[in-house]
C-alpha cells in the first residue's frame, strides 16, 4: 500500500477510536440516561441521532482528508473537470431523507409517550417566580394541602469567592421537593411573572413555566435519590440562581414524611394566631430576610439605590405608620421590582420580616409585629 | 478562454473619487459603501468580541469574579444583537455592495443614493444601542432574543431606545436588500442569464427576499412590544387577554429566516472559493442553486423549533420535527457538492481556501448538533443549554464569520491592487481554527452535563469545560486583532497584485485590473458561456 | 453629483429598476401587515384547531340537548394563582370536582382587595391537556370580564362549566389555572380603546 494511502487509512482509524473512546466516557461528556424510562427512551434517542452523525461525519471528512491529502496540485495531481452528476445528486438526495425517515419513528413514539399526562397517582403546582420556585401538594380531591418555597442555599460568601465553595454549589437548597418514586407524578407549571423553565435532566422533562398559561409535566421516578436541575429561561439577574432540587423517595418513606408535613401544616396554621417574643420575631425574621430580601436590598440592608431602596435607616421602616410598611411588603410596588409578598409569605412570616427590618442595622422603631396584626391589615382595615 | 470585452474609460478625471472626509459621507459608489460596510461591521465585530470576551472571563471560573449578574446579562444580551445585526450581516451586505455589481457586469447599484442612506443609519443605530449600556438602568438584558413579558413589562426604561435602533437597523437591511434584488434583476450584463450567474450572486438574491420578507415581521413585533410598554396594548400580556407565547412565535418567524439570512452569502463565498483553489468547476451548479433556493422556501415553516419547550400541542410539535429533520437535506446537498468539487482536483491551499475548507467541515459539525436539535424529545435536554449555544456558534463562527474572512483574503488584492502577506494569514488561520475548536467544542459538553444557557455562575461540574472554553475564547478573539494587522499592512505595503489574482479564478471581476478602477464596466461586458460562473 | 446608474444606464434600465423597487417595496409593506396579521391568525388558528389551551368564550346550549354520560367521572382541578404585584387574596372553594361529562357543574371563586386602593383585577384561564381544551365549556366565568373591588371588598364569583361528553376516554383529569392580573391602570385606558379584556 503506497505511504499515503496508509497514513490516511491510520489518520481515519486513528480518530475512530479516539471518538469512540470520547464517547463511551459516558458519565464525563455524555448526557445523562437518568432514572425514568423517559431519560432513558430520550438518551437512546440522542445515541441513535449521535451514531447517525458520526458515521456521516466519517464519510464526509474522510473523503475531504483524502482528497486534501492525495488531490493536491502539490503532488502533481492534475484536476480532472467533471462538475455534475444527476445521479449523485438524486442518491444523496434521497439516502438522507430515508434516513431521517428512520429517525422520525422512534422520535415520533417517544413524544407521543411524553404527552401521555392521564392516569397520574398524584399532583404537584410547580410555580416559578423571580428568582425562587413554590411547590404546592395536591391531595386527592385537589386540594392544595400545603406548599412551600425552594430557594438557593448556596451562602454568598461562597459565591463571592470568600470561602471554598460545596459539592452542590448553586445546586442546593432549603426545601426540595419531595416525591415518591414509582408512582405517576404529575407537574402543573406556571409563573408569577416573567417566563422560567422548570428542568431535572435525570427525569428527561423540562417544560416553560409561561405567566398566565399552565403547562403539564409528568414523571415516574425508578430510583430513589437526589436530583437537580435548574432554571432553563432567562428570567432576569438571578436567571442562574434559581435551582430545583427533587428528592425521590421509597413510597413508605414519601407517605410518612408527606403524613408529617401535614402535621406540621396544621401547626403553622394555629402559629397565626399566637404571639412571639421580640427575639423570636427577630430570629425568624432574619432568616426570611435573607431568603427572600437580600437578593435587592441586601443582608445590611443597604439595598442597590436607585432602583433598589434601602431599609437601614428608611422612614417607611422605622416610622410610626406601620401601615406603610406592612402595605409596601405585602401588596408590593407596581412598576417596580418589588413583589406582593403578601401571596408568599403567611402572616406569622410577614410578622417575623417586617418586625426583623424595623429593628435591625440602625433601625430601632420601638414596636412589635404580630401575625394577628398582619391579618387586621389583610382583611382590609386600614 | 477568452476574455470579456471590457471597455475602459480614458478620462477618470470627473469619475475620481471626491477628496477627504465628504467623500465617505456622501458616496454612491458602491465600492467606497462597500468598504464602509466592511470597517463597520469589523469594528462591530470587535465590540461584540469584547463583550463575550467578558462573559468568558467571567466564567472562566465558578463564582463571581469580574460582574455583576445584571451587568452580565447585558453583555450577553448585546453580544448577541451585535454580532448577529452589526457583526455578520453588514459584513455581508458589504461583499455584495463589493462584489454583485462586478460579478454581474453593472457599473454600480441599482439605487445608489439610497445604497448611501442604507450603510450610515447603521453607525448612528449602534451608537443609540451602544450608548444604553451607559445610561441609568443599563442596556438590553433580556437576550438577544428578548421574550416578552422580560422584554416589555420588566424591561429596564432603555428598551424604548433599544426598539428605535432595531426599527432602524431593519430599514437599512430592507433597502439594501431592495437595492440587490433591483441590481441583480436588472442590470446584469447582457449574455448573464441567471443560470450563468456566479453562485454568491444566487445566494444573495435569495438572502434579500428573505430579508424583504422577515425584516418587516421583526418591525411588527417591536411595534407591538412598543405598543404594549407604552400605549396600555396587550399583544403579549396576558392580563389583558395577550400572549407571551405569541411573541415568541412572531420573533421566531423572523428568526428562522434570519439565521439562514446569515448563511446563505457564506454557502455562496465557499462555492465560489474552492472551485477556484481546486481549479476544478463547482460540482452540481444547478443542484446548488435549487438547494439554496429549498433552504429558503423551508426556512419559513421550522420556526418553532426553537420553542419546543413552551408547551405546544403534539401535533405542533411533530410537524415543526419533521420540517427541521427535511432541512438538512438541501444543506447535506451543498456539502456534498462542495467535497466533490474538491474531489480530484489539483488543490492548493492558500488562505482563503484554508478558510474556505475549515468552513465546509466546522459548519458540518454545527449541522449535525443541529440535527440533534431537531429530534424534539431530545431538545427536551438540550434546549435552552450550552449544546445550544455550541452548535450556534458552530455554524455562525467557524460558518458565517469564517466565510467573511476567507472572501477578503479572497477578494482584498482584486479590490486594493495588493497581496496580503501569505505566512501571517495562514498563521492567522492556524490560530483562528484551533481558538475556535478549543473555544466551542467542549461547550457541547457542559451543554450535555445540564448547563443552562445565560447564566454568570454556575455548579462545580461545569469547571473545566467552561475554563478551557474561555482560554480558547481569549486565543480566537486576539488573532483577530492579527487579521486586521494584516488588512492594514495590505492595503499600506503588499506586493502589488495581477488582474487574475488566483490562478484559477473565474468571473467577471477577475478580468479587471487590480486595484479596480473606482467606476468599472461602464459599458457591460459581452457574457459567453465560457465566463459563465466557475 | 450625477449617479453611475443615471450616466451608464439606458432610461430602459432605470426604469426597469424603479419597477422592481415598487414591487419590492408592497413585498415588504405587505410583510409589515401579515405580522401584525399574525395576532389575530394566531387566535384563529388556535380556535380552528382546538390546539393551545384555549377554552373559548361564554358557552350556550340547550339544556334538551345536554346528555351526561353517567359511565364516567373526569376529574377537574382548579389551581388560582395572583401574578407577581397582584396582591389580592384569590381561591376557589374547592380544589377540584368530579364530573361527569355532559353534566353542568358549579363552582365558586372568591377574590378579596386587601389593599386600600380601588382595584381591577382580570382573571386568565389556562386549560390542560391541551387536548381537551376544546372540550371544556364554560357558561359562567367571571373570566369573561375584568373585576372591579372596592378596598377591603371581598366578591364571590360563580364558575359554571361542562366537561363535553365527546371528550377522549383517555383524558381523565383537567386541569384549569386562572392567573389574576392587576388590570386597574389597563382598565382606566380601556375607555378609550373599548373592551378588548375578553376571556381566552
Not at chain 2, 490 to 512: C, D, F, K, M, Y
Amino acid at each position: 500500500m503506497p505511504n499515503v494511502n496508509k497514513n490516511w487509512l491510520q489518520g481515519v482509524v486513528g480518530f475512530g477510536l479516539a471518538l469512540l473512546a470520547v464517547a463511551t466516557r459516558a458519565d464525563e461528556l455524555n448526557m445523562t440516561q437518568g432514572v425514568t424510562a423517559i431519560s432513558r427512551a430520550v438518551y437512546d434517542l440522542h445515541m441513535l441521532i449521535f451514531w447517525v452523525c458520526v458515521v456521516s461525519g466519517i464519510g464526509v471528512f474522510g473523503m475531504m482528508a483524502w482528497s486534501l491529502i492525495n488531490h493536491r496540485k502539490s503532488r502533481g495531481h492534475a484536476a480532472a473537470q467533471f462538475h455534475e452528476s444527476t445521479q449523485m445528486e438524486i442518491l444523496w438526495t434521497l439516502i438522507p431523507v430515508l434516513i431521517l425517515i428512520g429517525m422520525a419513528f422512534p422520535a415520533t413514539q417517544v413524544l407521543i409517550q411524553m404527552y401521555d399526562t392521564g392516569g397520574e397517582d398524584m399532583t404537584v403546582e410547580v410555580r416559578g417566580y423571580q428568582w425562587r420556585w413554590q411547590y404546592k401538594y395536591l391531595d386527592d380531591d385537589y386540594n392544595s394541602t400545603f406548599g412551600f418555597f425552594s430557594s438557593l442555599t448556596t451562602p454568598i460568601d461562597q459565591r463571592h469567592n470568600r470561602t471554598v465553595k460545596g459539592e452542590n454549589y448553586l445546586l442546593e437548597v432549603d426545601n426540595p421537593l419531595r416525591i415518591p418514586i414509582n408512582r405517576k407524578v404529575r407537574f402543573l407549571v406556571t409563573s408569577e411573572d416573567v417566563i422560567h423553565a422548570w428542568w431535572v435532566p435525570d427525569f428527561g422533562i423540562k417544560r416553560d413555566a409561561v405567566p398566565g398559561m399552565l403547562n403539564e409535566l409528568w414523571t415516574i421516578v425508578e430510583e430513589p435519590g437526589i436530583y437537580r436541575g435548574q432554571c432553563t429561561e432567562l428570567c432576569g439577574k438571578d436567571h442562574g440562581f434559581m435551582p430545583i432540587v427533587v428528592e425521590a423517595l421509597p413510597e413508605a418513606e414519601y407517605d410518612a414524611w408527606y403524613a408529617q408535613r401535614l402535621e406540621l401544616e396544621a401547626a403553622r396554621k394555629q402559629a397565626l394566631s399566637q404571639t412571639f417574643s421580640a427575639d423570636e420575631l427577630m430570629a425568624q425574621g432574619e432568616e426570611i430576610y435573607n431568603t427572600f430580601c437580600t437578593s435587592c436590598h441586601m443582608p445590611n440592608g443597604k439595598g442597590v439605590p436607585p432602583v433598589f431602596p434601602p431599609l437601614d435607616g428608611s422612614d417607611i421602616a422605622t416610622g410610626p405608620r406601620r401601615a406603610d410598611h406592612f402595605a409596601i411588603v405585602i401588596n408590593g410596588k407596581t412598576g417596580t421590582a418589588m413583589q406582593a409578598f403578601g401571596r408568599q409569605l403567611d402572616a406569622a412570616q410577614l410578622a417575623a420580616v417586617i418586625h426583623y427590618e424595623r429593628h435591625a442595622w440602625s433601625n430601632n422603631a420601638g414596636d412589635i409585629i404580630q401575625p394577628s396584626d398582619i391579618v387586621e391589615f389583610m382583611s382590609g382595615q386600614q | 478562454m477568452s476574455e470579456a470585452v471590457v471597455e475602459v474609460h480614458a478620462d477618470h478625471a470627473d469619475h475620481g473619487p471626491a477628496k477627504g472626509l465628504t467623500r465617505w459621507l456622501f458616496t454612491t459608489n458602491h465600492k467606497d459603501i462597500g468598504t464602509l460596510y466592511l470597517w463597520f461591521s469589523f469594528l462591530m465585530f470587535l465590540i461584540g468580541g469584547t463583550m463575550a470576551l467578558i462573559v468568558r472571563a467571567e466564567l472562566f471560573q465558578p463564582g463571581m469574579q469580574f460582574v455583576q449578574p445584571e451587568f452580565f446579562n447585558q453583555m450577553t444580551t448585546n453580544h448577541g444583537l451585535i454580532m448577529v445585526f452589526g457583526a455578520i450581516m453588514p459584513a455581508f451586505v458589504g461583499l455584495a455592495n463589493w462584489l454583485l455589481p462586478m460579478m454581474v457586469g453593472a457599473p454600480d447599484m441599482a439605487l445608489p443614493r439610497m445604497n448611501n442612506l442604507s450603510f450610515w443609519i447603521l453607525p448612528f443605530a449602534f451608537s443609540l444601542m451602544i450608548s444604553t449600556l451607559f445610561m441609568e438602568e443599563g442596556g438590553p438584558n433580556f437576550g438577544w432574543t428578548f421574550y416578552a413579558p422580560l422584554s416589555t413589562e420588566y424591561a429596564p426604561d432603555t428598551v424604548t431606545f433599544f426598539i428605535f435602533s432595531l426599527h432602524m437597523i431593519g430599514a437599512s437591511s430592507i433597502m439594501g436588500s431592495i437595492n440587490i434584488i433591483a441590481t441583480i434583476l436588472n442590470m446584469r450584463a447582457p449574455g448573464m442569464t441567471l443560470m450563468r450567474m456566479p453562485l454568491f450572486v444566487w445566494t444573495w438574491l435569495i438572502t434579500a427576499y428573505l430579508l424583504l420578507a422577515v425584516m418587516p415581521v421583526l418591525a411588527g413585533a417591536v411595534t407591538m412590544m412598543l405598543f404594549d410598554i407604552h400605549f396600555g396594548t396587550s399583544f403579549f400580556n396576558a392580563a389583558g387577554g395577550g400572549d407571551p407565547v405569541m411573541f415568541q412565535h412572531i420573533f421566531w418567524f423572523f428568526g428562522h429566516p434570519e439565521v439562514y439570512i446569515m448563511i446563505l452569502p457564506a454557502f455562496g463565498i465557499v462555492s465560489q472559493i474552492i472551485p477556484t483553489f481546486s481549479r476544478k468547476p463547482l460540482f452540481g451548479y444547478d443542484s446548488m442553486v435549487y438547494a439554496v433556493a429549498s433552504i429558503a422556501f423551508l426556512s419559513f415553516i421550522v420556526w418553532a423549533h426553537h420553542m419546543f419547550t413552551v408547551g405546544m400541542p403534539i401535533a405542533g410539535q411533530l410537524f415543526f420535527m419533521y420540517s427541521t429533520m427535511l432541512i438538512a437535506v438541501p444543506t447535506g446537498v451543498k456539502v456534498f457538492n462542495w467535497v466533490s468539487t474538491m474531489w480530484r482536483g489539483s488543490i492548493t491551499f492558500e488562505t482563503p481556501m484554508l478558510f474556505a475548507i475549515a468552513f465546509v467541515a466546522l459548519f458540518t459539525i454545527g449541522g449535525f448538533s443541529g440535527l440533534m436539535l431537531a429530534i424534539t424529545p431530545a431538545d427536551y435536554q438540550y434546549h435552552d443549554t450550552y449544546f445550544v449555544v455550541a452548535h450556534f456558534h458552530y455554524v455562525l463562527v467557524p460558518g458565517a464569520l469564517f466565510s467573511i474572512i476567507a472572501a477578503v483574503y479572497y477578494w482584498l488584492p482584486k479590490w486594493c491592487g495588493k497581496m496580503y502577506d501569505e505566512s501571517l494569514g495562514k498563521l492567522h488561520f492556524w490560530l483562528s481554527f484551533i481558538g475556535v475548536n478549543i473555544t466551542f467544542f467542549p461547550q457541547h459538553f457542559s451543554g450535555l452535563a445540564g448547563m443552562p444557557r445565560r447564566i454568570p455562575d454556575y455548579a462545580l461540574q461545569f469547571a473545566d469545560f467552561n475554563m478551557v472554553s474561555s482560554i480558547g475564547a481569549y486565543i480566537f478573539g486576539f488573532s483577530q486583532l492579527l487579521f486586521l494587522y494584516v488588512v492594514i499592512k495590505t492595503i499600506r505595503s503588499g506586493r502589488p497584485a495581477t488582474a487574475r489574482v488566483w490562478e484559477a479564478a473565474h468571473g467577471l471581476e477577475w478580468t479587471l485590473p487590480s486595484p479596480v478602477p473606482y467606476h468599472t464596466f461602464t459599458t457591460p461586458p459581452k457574457i459567453t458561456e465560457a465566463e459563465a460562473h466557475s | 453629483m450625477q449617479q453611475s446608474s443615471e450616466r451608464h444606464n439606458p432610461a430602459a434600465t432605470q426604469s426597469a429598476v424603479r419597477d422592481t423597487a415598487r414591487k419590492l417595496c408592497l413585498i415588504v409593506v405587505g410583510m409589515f401587515g401579515f405580522g401584525f396579521a399574525l395576532v389575530p391568525l394566531y387566535d384563529l388558528f388556535c380556535d380552528i384547531t382546538g390546539l393551545g389551551g384555549d377554552t373559548g368564550d361564554r358557552y350556550t346550549y340547550e339544556a334538551a340537548e345536554l346528555r351526561v354520560d353517567k359511565s364516567r367521572l373526569v376529574k377537574v382541578n382548579f389551581i388560582t394563582n395572583t401574578n407577581a404585584g397582584m396582591p389580592w387574596k384569590f381561591w376557589s372553594e374547592k380544589g377540584g370536582v368530579r364530573v361527569h361529562p355532559g353534566e353542568v357543574k358549579e363552582v365558586k371563586f372568591y377574590v378579596t382587595n386587601t389593599t386600600g386602593r380601588r382595584m381591577v383585577g382580570q382573571a386568565v384561564p389556562s386549560v390542560v391537556p391541551l387536548a381537551a381544551a376544546e372540550y371544556f365549556h364554560k357558561t359562567e366565568c367571571f373570566c369573561f370580564s375584568s373585576q372591579l373591588l372596592e378596598p377591603g371588598e371581598t366578591l364571590e364569583m360563580p364558575l359554571r362549566f361542562i366537561v363535553d361528553s365527546q371528550l377522549p376516554a383517555n383524558v381523565k383529569s383537567i386541569s384549569l389555572s386562572y392567573a389574576l392580573f392587576d388590570v386597574t391602570d389597563f382598565a382606566a385606558s380601556q375607555t378609550l380603546l373599548g373592551d378588548t379584556a375578553g376571556g381566552r
